[in-house]
């Protein structure tokens, strides 16, 4: 059984996403026709601006949704996780054992 917020169920909502890119569209200017778009991004260590057709300005829109999408479920998908390490791990230090004792007696290291 998988509750709404499960790692499988973020798994599955990401699997989904059809379509990503990064970045933000930006209007250049209101032209006679209607506005101007850009798409900003950063890559390879710079911000690079592209033209974007008017055409695609609503695929571009859709898939940096997607992205957005994407990092919201990725973000909760690791919040789960860590929630689920650290309950393993301190359920590991209730159930700690002492060390068993050996058979063999310890040798003393000489004081040469």
């Known amino acids: 059984m998988t ?11 990401m ?6 890119e990064r970045g933000k569209l ?5 032209g006679p026709d209607g506005p101007y778009y850009n798409h900003q ?15 695609q300005v609503e695929a571009l829109a859709e898939a940096i949704a997607g992205y957005q999408n994407f990092a919201r479920l990725t973000g909760q ?5 860590v929630e689920k390490t650290r309950a393993e791990r301190t359920a590991g230090l209730k ?3 002492p060390p068993r004792k050996s058979a ?3 040798k003393r290291k000489s004081s040469n």
């Open 95 to 97: 159930k700690k054992t």
């Open 41 to 55: 991004t950063w890559e390879n260590g710079k911000n690079t601006t592209h033209y974007v057709p008017r055409q």
């Open 77 to 81: 998908y690791v919040e789960l996780m």
């Open 104 to 106: 063999w007696p310890r």
């Open 3 to 13: 509750t709404p917020n499960s790692p499988q169920v973020l798994l599955q909502q």
């Open 15 to 20: 699997a989904q996403i059809q379509h990503m």
């Open 26 to 30: 930006c209007i250049l200017r209101q």
